[in-house]
């Protein structure tokens, strides 16, 4: 999976232990939208920096890492 396109996945919320209902993720940001949680969050934005290129053997364990830029939760 290759996060070079935007994609947009819906679960079953009832479910799932966190109550995540919705995520969309884009190569710069990524929304998640929560149903019925104990912590009443029920909305995160997250804009993450720029790809960097790097240099030099491809087998590093940090190639995949996005550093983060911007966290917006929003609770009720």
């Known amino acids: 999976m ?4 935007e994609r947009s996945m819906c679960f079953y919320w009832e479910a799932r232990v966190d109550g995540l209902q919705q995520r969309t993720e884009t190569v710069t940001q990524m ?6 949680r104990d912590d009443f969050l029920v909305y995160r934005y997250v804009e993450f920096y720029g790809k ?19 966290c917006i939760l929003y609770c009720v």
């Open 31 to 36: 929304t998640e939208h929560y149903v019925n």
């Open 52 to 70: 960097q290129k790097k240099f030099g053997p491809a087998a590093d364990s940090s190639a995949n890492e996005r550093p983060i830029f911007v």
């Open 2 to 5: 290759s996060v070079d396109k």
